[in-house]
């Protein structure tokens, strides 16, 4: 797994394997088949401590970028529910936690 602690809002998505634009329900689904695969306990009983460790390192940044993806798609939804309207901030590379929400504009 690609390390998710620089750019976490940017990079979740690539620890996940999942687009930008997924869905609460594609993040949660991806996250559990990955939870399953990665998690220390389900590591073979021969596995070396190292393997136990280095799985133990993959599932954190799993965790962690799981945990970003809800964010991000949770304030997507709720940008969405609320009628707003996303624009990128003027600085590149800061991600969906730099992201600015304005109300639609009305029309009359």
């Not at 750019?7 to 949660?28: I, W």
């Not at 962690?64 to 309207?85: I, N």
Request: net charge positive; proline share 6%; charged share 25%.
């Amino acid at each position: 797994l690609a390390s998710a602690t620089s750019h976490r809002a940017c990079r979740c998505h690539d620890v996940l394997g999942v687009p930008p634009s997924a869905s609460l329900q594609e993040v949660k689904e991806r996250y559990r088949k990955l939870a399953l695969q990665l998690h220390p306990d389900a590591a073979p009983p021969e596995s070396s401590s190292e393997e136990t460790a280095r799985r133990a390192q993959d599932f954190g940044r799993l965790t962690e970028a799981y945990r970003a993806a809800l964010r991000a798609a949770r304030f997507r939804a709720q940008a969405l529910d609320t009628g707003a309207v996303a624009r990128r901030p003027a600085a590149s590379g800061q991600g969906w936690t730099a992201w600015q929400y304005q109300s639609k504009p009305t029309s009359s």
